[in-house]
């Protein structure tokens, strides 16, 4: 399918429940379009199967740019309208379920700017935090539950600035380490798959009210 965003048009993919209505939906956000992200990213895959293992739909797209997505990279900007823009697609289909936001590197720093401030995301899932390129302090604000999986040797996310990041978030926010994994989790997918899975199931999110 294609969503229409800020005079792009972004191709999708929506997989809901296969035997039961959802109880919420999320949309996941892929890494760097500049170095082969793409909504196809084996660790979004694996995100949106564990979202779909709890019972939530699972929007995957691809940014402006990418895969059949009009438009260029716009080096996050633009990146950013795309997400509010598949949120506000997201909403109009389950008006009455919570919506969340699942984001992987890059679409992580795009994905939760974006979600944390909007009153209709209910939760936050940020996986492998690219601390060494982004700020990510925003996250030190944010109120709602949120889960951040790193690796204990993601390259581009020293231990030290997890820990200090670690220390100023508030308690609705949960940082699970996964030891040895680099930053793409190449042998624990399934870790983190399961991570999603947990989280998405202990967390009874308040629906939204019309």
Same mark, same amino acid.
């Given at each position: 399918? *294609? $969503? ?5 048009? %972004? ?9 039961? #209505?959802?109880?919420? #939906?999320?949309? %996941?956000?892929?890494?760097?379009? /500049? +170095? ?8 979004? !895959?694996? &995100?949106?199967? &564990? ?6 739909? /699972?929007?995957?797209?691809? !940014?402006?740019?990418?895969? #059949? ?11 950013? +309208?795309? &997400? ?12 009455? %379920? ?9 679409? #992580? ?11 209709? $995301? =209910? ?12 700020? *990510? ?6 109120? =709602?539950?949120? %889960? +951040? ?10 231990? =030290? =600035? ?15 380490? $996964?030891?040895? &994994?680099?930053? !793409? ?10 991570? $999603?899975?947990? *989280? !998405? ?10």
């Amino acid at each position: 399918m *294609f $969503i229409p965003g800020r005079g792009v048009q %972004l191709e999708a993919i929506l997989r809901e429940p296969r035997t039961m #209505a959802p109880r919420g #939906a999320a949309v %996941l956000c892929h890494p760097h379009p /500049a +170095y082969g992200g793409t909504m196809d990213n084996r660790v979004i !895959f694996r &995100a949106s199967k &564990a979202v779909q293992e709890a019972r939530w739909a /699972a929007l995957r797209f691809n !940014f402006r740019g990418i895969g #059949a997505s009009t438009g260029s990279y716009d080096e996050g900007v633009g990146e950013k +309208y795309d &997400a509010a823009a598949v949120i506000d697609w997201l909403e109009a289909r389950y008006p009455h %379920l919570p919506l969340a936001l699942v984001g992987f590197s890059f679409g #992580a720093w795009v994905g939760l700017e974006v979600g944390c401030p909007d009153p209709r $995301i =209910k939760a936050l899932i940020g996986l492998g935090l690219p601390l060494n390129f982004y700020d *990510f302090d925003f996250l030190t604000e944010n109120e =709602k539950p949120a %889960l +951040y999986v790193v690796g204990t040797r993601d390259e581009f996310c020293p231990m =030290k =600035k997890l820990d200090f990041l670690e220390r100023r978030l508030p308690r609705t926010s949960e940082v699970r380490r $996964i030891e040895g &994994a680099d930053h !793409f989790f190449e042998s624990q997918l399934e870790q983190v798959q399961d991570l $999603i899975a947990l *989280f !998405f199931k202990k967390h009874d999110l308040e629906r939204v009210s019309k």
